[in-house]
């Protein structure tokens, strides 16, 4: 079975700062990794993914992540922030084979202060 | 750019009673999803559904659930006897299984409580 950890429930922001949103995850088998992102009253929608190849892996909004196999953490960053980033972010992971279903992170409300 | 849709977007029910939860995924999609969030918890993931059968489905999706495609665009989740532990939002969600790793396209759900 897999599992997702974000460790920080609430991350808290000044804007135009950096911020990582921390996701640990944990697998028997290989995964695919996902960062979501909630806005208020919407749906979730997919930042960025990682398959294969480079580790390093660009989304919308400015959003990046880095897989870290060893460390299995898919850590969320963005080098500036903007007050439209306040947001919950989801991290999951998906089996490569078969429904493909995904298994997700507790969340963490990012909070973007002017 | 298309979408996924929900309806209602919010659902309250008695304790016992049946209720049906709609989604319109992608057009041309062909893996469906529900996934539910009760608040403060994790998006949890229900059932998939491919070629008009369930692929897999989780402990929660017990006998009180099934889906259904009932003509060839409307993807539905009825709970038969909702109990208080069914309020949660709703999630639906599709992609088009043509490879792997595909993206779920989420809709913004349907918030149910259960009172």
């Known amino acids: 079975a897999q599992s997702v950890t974000q460790l920080d429930s609430q991350v808290p922001v000044f804007e135009e700062a950096p911020v990582e949103l921390r996701c640990n995850y944990s697998?028997?088998?290989?995964?695919?990794l996902f960062w979501y992102v909630q806005y208020p009253n919407q749906g979730l929608q997919l930042l960025l993914k990682?398959?294969?190849?480079?580790?390093l892996v660009k989304g919308i909004n400015g959003f990046e992540a880095e897989f870290n196999k060893s460390q299995t953490s898919f850590h969320l960053r963005k080098p500036s922030v903007h007050i439209s980033d306040t947001a919950e972010y989801f991290c999951?992971?998906?089996?490569?084979?078969?429904?493909?279903?995904?298994?997700f992170g507790q969340g963490t409300r990012l909070t973007i202060n002017p | 750019e298309p979408e996924v849709t929900q309806t209602p977007s919010h659902q309250v029910t008695q304790m016992g009673q049946e209720v049906i939860l709609r989604c319109v995924p992608i057009?041309?999609?062909?893996?469906f999803y529900w996934y539910r969030q009760i608040l403060g918890q994790k998006v949890e993931f229900l059932v998939s559904?491919?070629?008009?059968?369930?692929?897999?489905k989780s402990e929660i999706f017990d006998d009180q659930f099934s889906v259904e495609r009932p003509d060839g665009s409307n993807f539905t989740l009825k709970i038969r006897s909702t109990k208080l532990e069914d309020s949660a939002m709703y999630f639906c969600?599709?992609?088009?299984?043509?490879?792997?790793?595909?993206?779920?396209?989420f809709g913004p759900g349907t918030r149910l409580l259960v009172l």
């Open positions: 999951a992971v998906s089996k490569i084979q078969g429904a493909q279903k995904l298994v």
């Open positions: 990682y398959l294969s190849g480079s580790t």
């Open positions: 057009s041309n999609h062909l893996y």
């Open positions: 969600a599709s992609r088009s299984g043509t490879g792997a790793g595909e993206t779920q396209y």
């Open positions: 559904f491919y070629n008009n059968e369930i692929s897999e």
């Open positions: 697998s028997s088998v290989s995964v695919y």
